[in-house]
């Protein structure tokens, strides 16, 4: 599986160390009160107010999948805008939702091939169909640099903003784009991480989501969710997803 196949990435030798759990972080320790801090196992988290719980609130990635193709059970040309919506529990595990169109081997293919993980060509040869999704679903290009970027980034500073994976235009500027590029036009458009309560959570922003590819979409983020996590050795948090377009399927016009 996806899990299988890893990268690593070189975390500063020039950050602190919190004492009580030895997990490496810049934590902002303060000078005046050195021992209490060592003994402090939490990481550092700018003070917030999270207004995600205001939008519907789902256990599952399985809930909010029935959610989406229930709200736009219309089909065909109809639109939901601007869904926004918090998924709670982001696991993997809680997040591998099997449809007739995504059994668990064509999840976890598509999952690796985003991931930028290796696969095999019989891999690819059984799952990879127009159906599932084409170019505009493809984030492979450049997301092994950009899953490091994430994990260097909150490392060395985790009050950061700019923990962020943009999709789109992974080897050329976006004054290039057109419209009727498939390849430029991905349906997710950035990742942002951040942590918040001692957790690492993430905000998506898509532009377009097809319901009956959602389960591809919410298992590879939340894989790449999950090895950020572990490799900053922080849990969790909740999932905030954001979508302009949803239709219920691909029969829509230029999704």
Request: charged content about 20%; proline content about 4%; aromatic content about 8%.
């Amino acid at each position: 599986g996806g899990n299988t196949h890893t990268h690593t990435h070189t975390i500063p030798t020039n950050i602190g160390v919190c004492g009580a759990c030895q997990r490496q972080n810049r934590c902002t320790l303060d000078d005046t009160d050195e021992n209490e801090a060592k003994m402090s196992s939490e990481l550092k988290c700018a003070p917030s107010n999270n207004l995600n719980t205001a939008y519907p609130q789902f256990n599952t990635a399985k809930e909010m999948y029935a959610h989406l193709r229930e709200i736009t059970k219309p089909g065909g040309e109809y639109v939901v805008r601007n869904f926004v919506g918090v998924i709670q529990d982001i696991s993997p595990a809680a997040s591998l939702v099997e449809t007739e169109l995504f059994p668990a081997g064509a999840l976890d293919y598509y999952t690796k091939k985003n991931m930028g993980w290796e696969y095999t060509q019989e891999e690819y040869d059984t799952w990879q169909l127009a159906e599932r999704g084409g170019a505009q679903g493809d984030y492979r290009d450049g997301m092994s640099e950009k899953i490091g970027n994430v994990i260097n980034c909150l490392a060395t500073e985790p009050l950061s903003k700019r923990a962020v994976i943009p999709i789109p235009f992974a080897r050329e500027g976006s004054a290039t784009i057109d419209w009727t590029d498939q390849g430029q036009n991905k349906c997710c458009r950035e990742l942002h991480f951040y942590l918040e309560d001692g957790k690492l959570k993430c905000t998506g922003i898509v532009r377009m989501q097809n319901a009956n590819i959602f389960v591809k979409n919410i298992h590879f983020f939340s894989v790449l969710i999950d090895h950020v996590a572990k490799k900053l050795s922080v849990p969790v948090g909740e999932y905030t997803h954001w979508i302009t377009n949803v239709c219920h399927d691909r029969t829509a016009t230029s999704c």
